[in-house]
């Protein structure tokens, strides 16, 4: 059973503030998509003293977790992205992982991960994109084959976050190979430290790297390390992807609020502030961000789930926050065209600028995001 924990809002930012100290200080603001370079083995400490006093898993069912509603989870992430918390390491077990197995896996397989990820002395990466089959999951290549009572793993996976700190791999694969787009794929759950996988850095734009490929030459698994039933990947594959933008994106939007508020600054401290057409740029991207925030709360109270909420809310904060690193540029002017030091050392305002250029092309690009609220609602309404 996970410790028991106050979800009051005072008392989860007291303990931050008691905590997010001494040691801790340097994490202040740090980690996160574009800057998953930062402190790594620090916050990757700073995650065990998270588990330690029962802060992850607050949603999940006991006897896993703490059983917390939506609204005490929210207050959870609020206070912690308002304190500055550092970006997570376990959040893809967390919530992707953690959920799945909850709702698909079997007793075996909740007891031996769901600790382990509450504890965060084991994190998790995603297998799913491959140089063919990107945002079109059911074009995977990698393939698995069960011998000797285990799988044998073997292909290229790519623009996997954080593989290069993950303990494991939860890997879709196609383990019917006469089998074609969604049928014959299995989930299986994959060990990283094995001769039969490689991780390779991808650099970024940013000249940092955290996206990897990972190559899979018979990397083996057990019989037993398949969630749901072989053959059953893809349903058990897209009702993670289903998580994945819940109720953790509150806390995403604060980190939102905290770049927008530095752009402010910079337009206040240069004077661009006093252009009508940057200020109005502001006040769009001010407003844009209270609307990403009704629309989360208003998917979080929803009685029944939306088939096209994850694609929607992807689509909404893919472009809002590009455009906030558009205008992150055009405030500092031409000044944001030089890198503040050699050879290459970014100000927030550039990495924010560069790394957004991706964010509508990773987690489903915006053109597989339309296609899927095109066919869940618009296909079902022609047929």
């Known amino acids: 059973?996970?410790?028991?924990?106050?979800?009051?809002?005072?008392?989860?930012?007291?303990?931050?503030?008691?905590?997010?100290?001494?040691?801790?200080?340097?994490?202040?603001?740090t980690g996160g998509p574009g800057r998953e370079h930062e402190h790594l083995e620090l916050r990757a400490k700073w995650e065990r003293v998270l588990g330690a006093a029962g802060w992850i898993g607050l949603g999940w069912p006991a006897p896993y977790g703490r059983g917390a509603t939506i609204a005490e989870q929210v207050v959870f992430f609020e206070e912690y992205a308002r304190a500055g918390g550092p970006g997570r390491l376990s959040h893809i077990g967390e919530y992707l992982l953690a959920p799945t197995l909850i709702e698909h896996g079997?007793?075996?397989?909740?007891?031996?991960?769901?600790?382990?990820?509450?504890?965060?002395?084991?994190?998790?990466?995603?297998?799913?994109?491959?140089?063919?089959?990107?945002?079109?999951?059911?074009?995977?290549?990698?393939?698995?084959?069960?011998?000797?009572?285990?799988?044998l793993?073997?292909?290229?996976?790519?623009?996997?976050?954080l593989a290069h700190v993950a303990d494991w791999c939860f890997v879709l694969a196609r383990t019917d190979p006469a089998s074609t787009r969604k049928a014959g794929l299995s989930y299986l759950l994959v060990p990283l430290s094995q001769p039969g996988v490689t991780v390779r850095p991808i650099v970024q734009l940013t000249g940092t790297s955290e996206f990897n490929e990972v190559f899979f030459d018979e990397a083996v698994t057990d019989a037993d390390l398949v969630v749901g039933a072989p053959g059953?990947?893809?349903?058990?594959?897209?009702?993670?992807?289903?998580?994945?933008?819940?109720?953790?994106?509150?806390?995403?939007?604060?980190?939102?609020?905290?770049?927008?508020?530095?752009?402010?600054a910079i337009a206040r401290a240069n004077g661009t502030f006093d252009d009508p057409v940057v200020a109005?740029?502001?006040?769009?991207?001010?407003?844009?961000?209270?609307?990403?925030?009704?629309?989360?709360?208003?998917?979080?109270?929803?009685?029944?789930?939306?088939?096209?909420?994850?694609?929607?809310?992807?689509?909404?904060?893919?472009?809002?926050?590009?455009?906030?690193?558009?205008?992150?540029?055009?405030?500092g002017g031409a000044a944001s065209t030089v890198a503040s030091?050699?050879?290459?050392?970014?100000?927030?305002?550039?990495?924010?600028?560069?790394?957004?250029?991706?964010?509508?092309?990773?987690?489903?690009?915006?053109?597989?995001?339309?296609?899927?609220?095109?066919?869940r609602v618009l296909g079902r309404v022609q047929r």
């Not at 002395?121 to 990107?134: F, H, I, M, T």
């Not at 594959?237 to 995403?252: I, K, M």
């Open 1 to 29: 059973m996970a410790p028991e924990v106050s979800l009051r809002a005072a008392d989860i930012r007291a303990w931050l503030r008691e905590h997010l100290t001494g040691e801790f200080a340097p994490l202040v603001g």
């Open 106 to 151: 079997t007793d075996a397989q909740r007891r031996r991960f769901l600790p382990p990820i509450a504890s965060a002395s084991e994190l998790w990466c995603q297998g799913y994109s491959e140089p063919g089959a990107g945002s079109d999951l059911a074009g995977v290549r990698t393939r698995a084959t069960l011998a000797d009572g285990r799988w």
């Open 153 to 161: 793993v073997s292909g290229q996976k790519v623009w996997t976050s």
């Open 232 to 264: 059953d990947g893809w349903r058990v594959a897209t009702s993670t992807l289903s998580y994945e933008r819940g109720v953790a994106t509150l806390g995403q939007q604060l980190g939102f609020a905290r770049e927008l508020a530095a752009v402010v």
């Open 280 to 331: 109005d740029r502001i006040a769009d991207a001010w407003a844009g961000l209270q609307g990403l925030r009704h629309h989360a709360l208003r998917a979080l109270s929803a009685t029944s789930p939306d088939p096209t909420g994850a694609s929607v809310a992807k689509l909404l904060w893919a472009g809002w926050h590009q455009r906030l690193g558009e205008l992150a540029m055009d405030v």
């Open 341 to 375: 030091a050699a050879p290459y050392d970014l100000t927030d305002a550039q990495l924010l600028f560069l790394f957004t250029r991706a964010d509508t092309i990773y987690g489903g690009s915006d053109e597989i995001q339309r296609n899927i609220v095109a066919d």
